[in-house]
């Protein structure tokens, strides 16, 4: 199960993201964290860009809502989500391989 915490009117929780996979895409869950496939290279920030832009609208807030608090350099990060409850995020982690928003 994914370990979300709330602090500040914010919710916590990790991320482990697989750069330069087919397709971008929500593997469900791994050691706590949710798991997500990303078909950006990580360069330049674009999987983080990529990550943030993804969360958003899976969980139908603005970008700038969505901030990567530590982990920038690797593939394991924690995520601040700013209006989204962790029901929604459970609800992603549990959907079998949730697909893309392309935009």
Do not use: Y
Not at 51 to 74: C, M, Q, T, W, Y
Not at 93 to 102: L, Q
């Amino acid at each position: 199960m994914i370990a979300i915490r709330e602090r500040e009117g914010r919710l916590s929780f990790l991320v482990r993201v697989q750069p330069r996979a087919s397709r971008n895409e929500i593997d469900g869950e791994w050691q706590g964290a949710l798991r997500i496939r990303l078909n950006v290279p990580p360069v330049e920030g674009r999987a983080n860009e990529a990550l943030r832009r993804f969360l958003a609208d899976h969980l139908n807030v603005p970008v700038s809502a969505v901030k990567i608090a530590s982990g920038e350099r690797s593939r394991l990060k924690r995520v601040e989500v700013e209006g989204a409850s962790a029901g929604q995020i459970h609800a992603m982690a549990c959907s079998e391989a949730a697909p893309a928003i392309e935009k």
